[in-house]
């Protein structure tokens, strides 16, 4: 399978010249298997142009897997052409918020509303299926089968393991490392460690045998402790850490902070490079808009 990346951004689109290198749009992942098929995760800003990609060879068939609704994951969406057009089939894949009770149609729905966008969602004229899904269930797409797991941010979070054609690739979505919540004195601290311990391995299981991650680190490691715990995302080692717990031999890093320039992200980058371990089994990079991976 090819993978591609149509946005790297987190939060908001960044356009400028300060982020032409590794690209101003908001998460979108394009994959297509050997066979063809055509699998999106995420639709932010990204999505946009991929959208556009496709129309050459209508009619569209796509399967969007949505790792969760916030804004920079779902904004592109009303702007993807092939939902706009008969005879394209377009088949959302996404999980049910429990905390407002609402399904992936309604919550897509609503963003296409008169207040948000000039054209409603009942106006598409593609076909269109909204799927929920739950955690560890396995979808088949074609020659691919995609299965989810939830991860840990604000609202309900899926990460999307795709296999395809020999090969397996994960990505996380948004994703926090989870933080023990107590002080080590205290006496719910031990009992929240193993919890987490519980599902730390859990994820490493599922993630295993990956040949390639897509993790989000939207921060340093000194911003994240510094004031983001708990604001859902990553920091660079807790996905090189990540990786390297799971035996995952190649390690893309996304969802850049809106703020940081090329360069800030090339200086980070040279110190990651400088910092990573020689025994490390794990080649780690930075994800920059439309670069292409073959696996």
Partial sequence: MEITFHGVRGSIPSPGPDTVRYGGNTTCVGIRTDAGDVIILDGGSGIRQHGLDLLSELPVHCSIFITHTHWDHIQGLPFFTPLFIPGNKVDFYGAFDPVYMKDLKSILSQQMEYCYFPVRENELKADISYNTLREGQKIQVGSATVSCILLNHPVLNFGYLVEADGKRFFFTGDNEPPVNIYPEDDENYAEYQELMQEREKH????????????????????????????WGHGYYQSCIAMAERAEIPRLFITHHDPTRTDDQLDAIFADLQRDHSPDSSVEIALARELTKIKL
């Fill in 203 to 230: 994820v490493t299981n599922f993630i295993r045998g990956a040949d390639l991650i897509l993790a989000d680190a939207q921060y340093t490691e000194a911003e994240y402790f510094k004031d983001k715990v708990g």
